[in-house]
Each structure stands twice: as structure tokens, then as C-alpha cells.
Nanobody, 119 residues
């Protein structure tokens, strides 16, 4: 099976920076797209995605402030968040589109990590 575990998160003040990461493990043959999503009360929204080739996509609300990256050898995706705003407060989830050598292939999600931006 495949598991995704997120690291980082917590309470920061407006204008500060934070880096979170997500490591995938298990019966992974390869990972196509990895991404970050966030959920405040309401629906889960895309934050950023990155393909195995490094092509990135960002939500308009985070362009220029957030940077997504990945280490394919470690099956890990990172999100560097700068100039954080109170409206960035949410639970952040990572997602990976996994090709598994055993068990089901498809989308896997992490458990989520809370980020609160408040003075």
C-alpha cells in the first residue's frame, strides 16, 4: 500500500514564512503529479501542483508567494510559503498520483496539516 505523511505546519504570524513537506512511501513504482491542496471551512482547493518533469501550476492567490518543489528520489514534495496572510489559514493536504507495483494505482492523500496565520 501507499502512504503519504505531511510534516510541518503550525502557527505563524502574518508576513512570515513556512515550509511543509510530504513524503510518500510504500509500493510505489512511480509518481506522476504531486500537489498541495487546502481546506478552510468549505471545499478543498488547489494550491499548487508539480509533475514528475517539474512543471508547476499555482492557484492565483498564491502565485509569487508559494513555491512547490519535489525530490523524485525521495518521493517527497515541498511547499515553501512566504509572505503568509491570515487567509492562508487552512488544513493543507498533499496528493500524489501514484503508479503502484502492488495494490491500487491512483490518487493518494495525506492526513492534512493545520496552518494558522494569525497575530
Amino acid at each position: 500500500q501507499v502512504q503519504l505523511v505531511e510534516f510541518g505546519g503550525g502557527l505563524v504570524q502574518p508576513g512570515e514564512s513556512l515550509n511543509i513537506s510530504c513524503a510518500a512511501s510504500g509500493t510505489i513504482d512511480s509518481i506522476r503529479t504531486m500537489g498541495w491542496y487546502r481546506q478552510a471551512p468549505g471545499k478543498r482547493d488547489l494550491v499548487a501542483t508539480i509533475t514528475a518533469d517539474g512543471e508547476t501550476n499555482y492557484a492565483n492567490s498564491v502565485k509569487g508567494r508559494f513555491t512547490i518543489s519535489r525530490d523524485n528520489a525521495k518521493n517527497t514534495v515541498y511547499l515553501q510559503m512566504n509572505s503568509l496572510k491570515p487567509e492562508d489559514t487552512a488544513v493543507y493536504f498533499c496528493r500524489a498520483d501514484v503508479r503502484a507495483w502492488h495494490g491500487p494505482s491512483g490518487d493518494y492523500w495525506g492526513q492534512g496539516t493545520q496552518i494558522t496565520v494569525s497575530s
